[in-house]
């Protein structure tokens, strides 16, 4: 899901939340992307939560991007916070919870 953050917030333009099905995916997803912006010459983006696999955020300036499990997705729900809701497939994880 994308979300713009024009005239809400000065700390990026648009967010980008996403889920993977396991700590494995998501570490493998943030990766990639990573990989991506570099081949993009954005090289100045920094990443968090690696390591751990649970939620990573890739802050690349002027996009933020969450890469997610379902359940930490649900339980944050960053949507929410910025007036928009989880896309129906991520409600059943916050049933599994």
């Known amino acids: 899901m994308i979300i713009s953050l024009e005239n809400k917030s000065t700390i990026a333009d648009f967010m980008m939340v996403a889920s ?3 700590e494995r995916q998501v570490g493998a997803m943030a990766e990639h992307l ?6 993009a010459g ?3 983006a ?3 939560g690696a390591a751990q696999g649970d939620w990573v955020l890739i802050d690349a300036g002027d996009v933020i991007v969450h890469l997610f499990r379902p359940e ?3 339980l ?5 916070l910025w007036g928009r809701e989880l896309p129906a497939s991520e409600h059943a ?3 599994i919870a």
């Open 76 to 80: 944050y729900n960053l949507e929410k």
């Open 72 to 74: 930490i997705r649900a």
């Open 46 to 48: 920094h990443v968090e």
């Open 20 to 22: 993977g099905t396991s």
């Open 93 to 95: 994880a916050e049933l």
């Open 42 to 44: 954005i090289r100045m």
């Open 34 to 39: 990573m990989e991506k912006l570099k081949a």
